[in-house]
């Protein structure tokens, strides 16, 4: 223990750990979000727990925000610290090996300037962080998609010590793996929802060359999309709940879901295992930050306390003015299909108040027919005229005054020029009218926002006639401070010292950073001291808080880490002679050309990936039929509950499994007959050497890298892994989007999930097509989720000979939905690229011919990626 003396009294502090952070972890825990500074202030003035945010420059999956600049996290730190307040950085992106020395000075940085943890994607960047500092806690972000408890052991054999759970888990999922793993668990409760399962969307690196998981995510899901039906445009509709008459109206954004809101199910998810509640929002201001940390507040100290579930319709309106694009549970509640999806709108809205009925542009004004329950109107509120755009694209401007007319129709009064930014010449009859912003309440959180957060502390007295008062302060840090008065009490004659004098005088903390949380008095008999000196008390103790910062444990920090030193070692066989063709398969159609052109082509073995397990079994007995060997491909994700699938799967005797989860690395890592492999996908996310060995040391055969490399990258990440273990997708449609909502479902059928679709998806073919007026293929697989595939093929066939040269001698040709001629001709045209007979260009030209929209270069072909 230290000990600082005083003039009038010590304070005693410890100097091995902050207890602040233990008396934290004691109770579920509020995070908020932070993209800049003011809205991490806000944040905590609010009153949350922890606040995260990311790194100007790089390996942050909110790169568009503000961020912070490493030079100032000790800053950021210390005010934290003083405030109670945890702080996570978030270094969820995937990690490039040219990167990874500029990736570890950043992690050495972030752990010296006292970070109380990092959220990590990359497996390699969390063996690094490790490494670093080992002290330095590591949680495993959504974009890490760990889904499952076989998902949570691999992450846990990485050092990660939470999971920051995927958006796509019900209350009883989350049970389940809670109950499976001894991880702390985060789960999202309010704010923006991912149609694509995070660290799984590649639509924006496809589609932009601005990858997701490289914090460049080009919301792609809020555009508009066309319905396609077997080839025919169709018109989608669905009922409204939440529109003006409820009636059916038509959906253009197809892919876009609303907002989370789970304020009313808090006390479920802490019954569930809960440990964090996070409020998503980087990219928002801090009146948003302020709002939603208020009210989540809160809702979750009653829930913690046991009392009534406390937020009004009020509080409950005021988030939607925050921002909402439409509340639902998401997954929470489980899967609902008709309710994740409304359609109507990409943007914020706020709250429904009516149709409009009359513009009258010169005038200045609109007549509204109100819903019933339509929220109160005033001036300075900002008013939203829908006509399903994106929310810049609307007409929407700030109310000048609100008349109810003899009808009951309301006269919505808008100023003049240099008043609103609202041309009413584009307002028509039949637009829907929302409140988007209070501008009370906007004033109100403006005021909030820039408040700051006290310090609770616990003050006791004790004294007796002829000894000094000693006053001893405790704050919610953990930091004491003990104080003597300079002179002793005395007997009182007229006015003894009670509680209301001592609260008024020694406990009134005003403009300091402390607020009383409990008084204790302790005086024996009518005691008396002058009310300066319990002023100078108050001063004394305040200030030896206040001098003295939390104390934080000692860490050993390093650098100069090789990738050699910080990757598991690996065995590697040099690669064979000649290069082998491996298909993989969607349909029997596909299944049957394949067997037919194996002897031809050289083709010794097939993957498999079918949307239903009876089809499957039919296509495995025909591959070992045919002498070849069969490798499954395992849903993209799992989740709890799912494990079966592998076990089926492992009941149809293949020859392989090709993993595409983490779970599914940790299932087959162990017992598995001789002879039999595994091989990771891309959806792995390996994007640098560490990563891909770290992967390949849990028993896997070869790996698939990611789809977010280039050339370049690939060919850094070949340099430092063995010769032999990686295997290339050379033509393929990239997958695009990767969902649990299922627009089968939703828009074929009038069922919430796979119990009552009546399973639309086994009769149609859905495409989705773009502003571009490119058609994309959705598929199902055997877990009911849907993947959007890019309907321009990809072939990486100019790369091949550089692929040779690097040892890769694995060459994937992935199709969709291509008949048996199409399957013969791609097939062919690639078996004789890898034999030599045929050129990178004329098989290009070959299979363009084939597809639709022709045959991009491809994501390898050309650098789309800058590094950090």
Not at 409 to 415: D, H, I, M, P, S
Not at 450 to 467: H, N
Request: glycine share 8%.
């Amino acid at each position: 223990m230290r000990r600082a003396a005083t003039a009038v009294g010590e304070i005693v502090t410890s100097a091995v750990f902050n207890p602040a952070m233990v008396t934290l972890l004691k109770r579920p825990e509020l995070l908020a979000p932070a993209g800049e500074e003011e809205s991490l202030r806000a944040a905590v003035a609010a009153g949350a727990d922890a606040v995260y945010f990311g790194l100007r420059g790089g390996f942050n999956a909110r790169a568009r925000a503000d961020n912070f600049a490493v030079e100032e996290l000790p800053r950021i730190f210390d005010f934290l610290h003083r405030k109670g307040v945890q702080g996570f950085v978030t270094f969820n992106t995937l990690v490039f090996d040219r990167e990874l020395t500029v990736a570890e000075e950043a992690l050495a940085a972030i752990a010296r300037a006292g970070a109380d943890a990092i959220l990590v994607q990359d497996l390699g960047a969390a063996r690094l962080a490790h490494a670093v500092c080992p002290d330095l806690p590591l949680h495993a972000s959504t974009q890490m998609t760990v889904s499952s408890a076989e998902g949570a052991a691999v992450a846990r054999e990485l050092g990660v010590t939470r999971i920051v759970l995927p958006r796509e888990l019900s209350i009883d999922e989350i049970r389940t793996l809670a109950q499976g793993t001894d991880l702390e668990l985060e789960c999202f409760v309010h704010g923006a929802l991912c149609v694509s399962w995070s660290g799984q969307c590649l639509t924006s690196e496809a589609l932009q060359h601005r990858s997701a998981n490289r914090g460049q995510c080009a919301q792609s899901c809020r555009l508009p999309y066309e319905l396609v039906v077997d080839g025919n445009r169709e018109t989608a509709k669905r009922a409204q709940t939440d529109s003006p008459e409820g009636r059916d109206e038509q959906v253009r954004y197809l892919l876009s879901p609303r907002d989370l809101a789970a304020y009313d199910l808090l006390p479920e998810l802490i019954d569930a295992g809960v440990s964090c509640f996070k409020i998503e929002g980087r990219m928002k201001g801090p009146e948003y930050v302020a709002n939603v940390v208020d009210e989540y507040r809160r809702a979750l100290d009653a829930a913690i306390e046991g009392r009534a579930y406390p937020l009004t319709r009020r509080d409950e309106e005021e988030l939607r003015y925050s921002f909402s694009r439409s509340f639902s549970h998401g997954f929470l509640t489980g899967a609902d299909h008709q309710e994740l999806v409304h359609g109507r709108y990409p943007g914020h809205r706020g709250v429904l108040v009516g149709r409009v009925e009359e513009v009258h542009a010169r005038s200045r004004y609109v007549v509204v027919q109100p819903e019933r329950d339509a929220p109160e109107l005033k001036p300075g509120d900002r008013m939203l005229f829908d006509q399903g755009k994106p929310e810049d694209d609307e007409p929407r401007g700030g109310l000048h005054a609100c008349d109810v007319l003899a009808s009951g129709a309301w006269k919505l009064v808008f100023g003049g020029p240099g008043e609103t930014t609202l041309d009413l010449r584009l307002v028509r009859a039949g637009d829907v009218v929302w409140k988007a912003k209070d501008a009370e309440l906007t004033r109100r959180m403006k005021r909030f926002a820039a408040q700051e957060r006290k310090l609770g502390i616990s003050v006791s007295v004790r004294g007796a006639a002829g000894q000094p008062l000693v006053v001893t302060a405790r704050d919610d840090l953990g930091r004491e401070a003990r104080a003597h008065s300079g002179m002793s009490l005395v007997p009182a004659e007229h006015k003894p010292l009670h509680e209301g004098v001592l609260r008024e005088k020694l406990c009134a903390f005003g403009e300091t950073e402390f607020a009383l949380r409990t008084l204790t008095v302790d005086l024996e008999g009518a005691v008396a001291l002058p009310p300066s000196e319990l002023k100078r008390l108050r001063r004394a103790v305040t200030e030896a808080l206040s001098r003295d910062a939390p104390a934080q444990r000692p860490r050993q920090v390093t650098v100069g880490h090789t990738s050699d030193e910080v990757a598991p070692p690996l065995a590697g066989d040099a690669p064979r002679a000649t290069p082998a063709l491996v298909p993989l398969l969607r349909t029997l159609e596909q299944v049957d050309a394949a067997i037919e052109l194996a002897p031809q082509l050289g083709i010794t073995e097939l993957e498999l990936d079918f949307m239903e397990l009876v089809g499957l079994g039919i296509a495995v007995e025909r591959v070992r039929g045919a002498g070849l060997r069969v490798v499954i491909a395992t849903p993209r994700v799992q989740k709890p509950g799912e494990e079966g699938y592998d076990r089926r799967f492992e009941r149809l005797h293949p020859d392989g499994i090709l993993a595409r989860h983490l779970g599914a690395v940790e299932h087959f890592r162990r017992g598995r007959p001789e002879g039999f492999t595994v091989h990771g996908d891309f959806s792995l996310n390996a994007t640098n050497a560490i990563t891909a060995r770290t992967l390949l040391a849990f028993g896997l055969t070869t790996l698939t890298p990611a789809y977010d490399l280039d050339v370049a990258q690939l060919t850094d990440l070949c340099g430092g892994v063995p010769p032999g273990r990686l295997e290339v997708t050379i033509h393929h449609h990239l997958p695009l989007f990767h969902n649990e909502h299922c627009v089968y479902s939703h828009l074929l059928s009038n069922g919430h999930d796979f119990r009552d679709c009546g399973r639309p998806c086994e009769k149609h073919l859905i495409r989705l097509r773009d502003p571009l007026g490119i058609e994309h293929p959705v598929i199902v697989d055997v877990g009911c989720r849907n993947t959007v595939f890019n309907a321009k093929a990809q072939s990486a066939a100019s790369c091949f000979p550089t692929l040779l040269g690097l040892g890769v001698r694995r060459f994937r040709v992935e199709l969709v939905r291509e008949s048996a001629a199409e399957t013969k001709r791609v097939l062919s045209s690639y078996a004789g690229l890898l034999r030599g007979s045929r050129s990178p260009r004329s098989v290009i030209q070959d299979v363009g011919a084939l597809e639709k929209y022709g045959v991009s270069a491809g994501t390898l072909a050309v650098v789309t990626q800058p590094h950090a």
